[in-house]
């Protein structure tokens, strides 16, 4: 009887050693915000700004903080995708730099890719652009969060712009 109650306790202390473990992978709270602005230079960015002509650049701010349950920093790719958008010049801004900055032509958008970490300290973070619109009408910019085995966190963060030859003042 006793050898039967240490297997069992054995057998429960082993598969919650294995729960734990495999309980590893952070729970993330992402946080995201876009600013936009229509001139360059010292202008904050603006959350209500919606229009922007086309053929000029707009100016674009997205603040990212990724607070996950864990001490120790861990690795997430930010996907940010902006159409109608061929150009989108992101160096020397003063944000985070891309890992990659490509033109989709089929979804005709362009696909900026960062890398973040993300832990329980984590702060604001900012991903600064401008570009230029090269078609009219509705354009939704998404962000998309994953984690290092490409498994997408969130339902994904997105703010609809409009992108007009004229604007209406």
Known sequence: MKRAKRRFLLIVMALSMMCMLTACGASVTPSVNFGFKIVDGASAYDESITS??????????????????????????????????????????????????????????????????????????????????TDEGEAKMTVHIYDKDGNEINAGYSRTIFFEYTLQE
């Open 52 to 133: 922007f002509e086309v053929g000029k650049k707009f100016y674009t701010c997205i603040t990212v903080k990724l607070i996950t349950d864990k001490k120790k920093p861990q690795d997430y790719n930010v996907v940010v995708e902006i159409p109608k958008t061929k150009e989108v010049e992101v160096k020397g801004m003063g944000g985070l730099e891309p890992t990659s900055n490509e033109w989709d032509e089929a979804e005709e958008l362009t696909r900026l890719t960062f890398t973040m970490q993300g832990f329980r300290e984590a702060t604001d973070e900012k991903i600064l652009f401008y570009g230029t619109p």
